[in-house]
């Protein structure tokens, strides 16, 4: 790939950790040059002030999010903005024609009452037809020329590769599906809190957001999608004393005559010809370390005949395959690129 | 508590992780001498040589395991031992007269049958109608004066702590239970394995034992025993890279009509008279830290109306309340002791 | 000790980690009854709000700092505030004819200049006089019966434990020493910057305050005590990914034809009546782990003959015997009390 | 690079860390092409048995250690075998016309009588005048075209890349140098040790081999010419609570009337050319995390006027610029690819 074909992209909102990852892909990415990125805490500082003796070669400076400036170097930009402010954002750069792949909410949804309901007030609802939720390897098809991609949360993505397959192929019972999520802390964002501080969250464990968590109707969006039916699950965080990685051990019903054998082969078939999706081997169980820094997913299935549970295990890294790494997944796929390009990396053993 | 009247006890298998919480926590009982301690690996060495730089004020020094030599000595004998040498060494003990408390599986499951499907054969079979279970929430009673008791499991004690209320008051549904539970490494012994060592194991977090973990039979029939009913659940272990702690999700149908108010004043009431088990006021979460080092179990519920479903959450520390500190509670009420004595320690914050 | 013979006491600024940890110790202390908590940011709440799920069984409620109030009831104040407004509490509790034990820098420095040099102005010179240094073993007797106890400083604590029985001895040449310490960030305080979060710090260690650290005139006037003649040192803190303990690993040039063995039995002599201090045997090398939670501090021993230095290496936990404890070992002492009350627990394995 | 072009090369005792980190640098190195990986532990087995969940997607089978079949697949081996047994090998490699590096310390002492006095006899001394000692910022031009490599040990590239612009430069006193070093467990190798264990290592912090460091004449032999005379150092070795990194605090007098401009100008100087050493600007200070799985060395520099001591702090990943990524950039040089082929990859933030 000559330098002249690379995609020139800014990463806007670039002093949190999905910012810091897409650098970190971005700058090993063959037909990428990162011409812009912002942020207001940093504005004029360079790069390496927001992530101490990180990036130290890049020659970057966060600049103010000025929508016109940006739009006359960037042919695409990466959103890392809270919900809401991100919409707006969005809604100035695609009318700039610049395209978009926002790592918020914002565009996740596709029924915008529920939006509403577990997020507030949407300002820019008819972009909503216009973006497609970025999970490759349920909507790779939609993804190829998209302006605006909506990359997925983290737990969603851990949660639905691992149902994808089960619920395809109808082998699960709908209903009493239990999700029971453990993230690295990194989730909770770069907010400096008490309860986040080194000193209190090591060798700690908790679940929080029990109830309601705001993923849950993303989850349940692409679950019914796949069921073409309705699907309710319940789903729990818990925070991991590590900074990334997700494991989601996700509890389901198999259906009467429905054999390990037969799932097995069908989650295996399924992901064939995904390069970022792994069935271990029967009997294989996920370990996060495994995927941390890469944009993998792994999934192992176990059957209890006692219960007639299936259990379904998946990792990924949060910041990774559940955000920065999914993001340039779909930009590759956006511009006909390599789906691989700038994510071949391989985890840190041990 | 003079000097005279304090027990003299001996902490048999002493080398290991039960081992030394056990010693940490009988050094710091007003009540307890203790005049022996073995292992076979360190016999003839100081205590500090086992667990280096620590207990370096002790003089104890490991013994070989001599029954009739312990016995002159003990009035106790705790048995930190692998299952099956256990309850030959519990029977020699028991004929000179030595009461004991067992820290294994062997005396656990009342029903031989159960244990010798998942443990394989039980040379002492006469010996289960003498044992009590040792939880004292649920066996009070029965553990007073008694010569054999069999301290639970680490996960049994976190789970059934958490379902007894609801279960004794008939809140829930008995089909569809499931215990996800998450434990510190410490409760992976002391052997040492490759995937265990700290470079490897650090910033991981992975299932384990997804299909038949030995733990299951111990919280089915401390369950069955509150349902009043054969209660069959699904249950997940999973490693935390953490040394010590457990924290258990369970999921639970709520029966038709019970409200949450309901099911967080049954388990205030059923609680309300225990030193070591704090229920968390309404929309409280637990958290591991908050238990290490102490012999107390937090927990907390949660309802989500969406799904009907109960979400139990309750943390122990694995070595303390889910081994050795529950074996110094039974030993005190065992004795007429104060049933906190030796046990009033505060988790380090941070 | 009966009830009615316990000193009342408060903790001022009870909401950070010296607060925790002096409360922690403090209520498994028989002869202390802990009658008052302040905090400024907490005022009106329970203790356990401010440390989640810790102190559950605490009905004690933050007040504001109210120095006539709290004098009425309380006998003894632990003051856990910021350098400058540390003082001007400490006289106005004095005035009340309360008894002080400062945990913060005010009143460590005999030399009014040196203080105001690295910390600013001071003032409430004329209490400098009334005031003593709060290591118990370098200066037990003075403390005994004292009003004002300016307790040491962590790194200082680990030092000039370490380097007191060599110089006292006339052991090592007093030019060159270098001391380098490694702290668990629990040092760096509660306040919530982004570089203390778990995610970012997890993994991490780097040195800090390279030149010029606070500490150095606190260890450099032990330290010139006990040689009697001016001692300068290079002190080098470090920031250890775990959260609490220090061990400092100091360098000092053995005069000429002195032997290990001397060196080994002059610490031994020196310590031999502490209940705090441990010299390990000879070739022993102390770790962290074997003193977090505990008021001890280990120290090890090696001589390297190809450079003729000794290399002497200390480990404390930095909230024990570096803060907290060791305040609570003066305050036993000032008392009368046993020295060891209160401070009898033994760190945890694993 | 086409594929033809690429060079075959074997990875000998892949099983351990060294080998681990080998393959995954060579998997992602598009001029290499791993054609044989041996273990006698793992043989017949595929790698990802060695490392569980990693490498999933590689075909390879660990082979047994047969020199000539290995070498006619094979065009440069990497030897990650113990001491003694490494030497063996490379001299059979070497007589079948293949490549080696050596990661062991068999070749990298070129005086035999100390490395006998460290290390036990060596048994292929001819071999060491082949050799070179593979560090390139200090010995580049003797690396390209050698056949022999001795790849250089962690804690000496950490040192020797700190002290050698100080030394090259006559800046510093010869003698008093203190190279106080702490390192990562994976440094300590993968044999399953207790002391090395999750439950136990976790939170802890320690000193080892204070005295006699094998590392010690490796650090001097480099030391020494670059200072064109004998340098003598004290150095110690401590265990970090994290899996990868070394930091090295260095304490060295600064002659008289250099000032810290001088020294920071000469550093900068000395390594500007450099891919893998960045000089941080005056004031900055390394962190581990910036350089993990990364072959970058960060180095920063204090000058305490009190002491008139340098402090130079600097920082490497002890697996990579440690031992596996050192050589392949020496493979690199080796064989006239560009330096960074390979060894491009970002440290993870955070």
Known sequence: MSELQAINVAVIGANGYTGSELLRLLFGHSAVRVVSITSRQHEGQKLSAAFPNCFLSSDLVFEALDVPVISKKAQTVFLCLPHHESMEVAAAFLAQGVSVIDLSADFRLQDVSV?????????????????????????????????????????????????????????????????????????????????????????????????????????????????????????????????????????????????????????????????????LPSGGLPQIKAVVGTNQCHIGLAFDERTQLLVIISVIDNLTKGASGQAVQCFNIAHGFSETMGLTSIALFP
């Not at 909507?139 to 149902?163: D, E, M």
């Not at 993230?183 to 000193?199: D, Q």
């Open 115 to 279: 939006y509403e309901k577990w997020y507030g007030a949407h300002t820019q609802k008819g972009l909503l037809k216009e973006a497609v939720y970025g999970l490759p390897e349920l909507h790779r098809s939609q993804i190829v020329g998209k302006k605006l991609i909506a990359s997925p949360g983290c737990y969603p993505t851990s949660i639905n590769l691992a149902l994808a397959p089960a619920l395809k192929n109808k082998l699960i019972e709908l209903t009493g599906l239990i999700c029971d999520s453990k993230s690295g802390i990194s989730g909770a964002g770069r907010g400096a809190k008490a309860a986040n501080l080194y000193a209190e969250f090591a060798n700690d464990f908790k679940a929080y957001g029990v109830v309601g968590h705001r993923h849950t109707p993303e989850i349940e969006q692409e679950l019914s999608l796949l069921a073409g039916e309705t699907v309710v699950v319940k789903f729990t965080p818990h925070l991991l004393p590590i900074s990334r990685g997700i494991l989601s051990t996700v509890y389901a019903k198999v259906k009467s005559g429905v054999s390990l054998d037969t799932i097995q082969n069908a989650y295996e078939a399924f992901y064939q010809n995904e390069s970022f999706v792994s069935v």
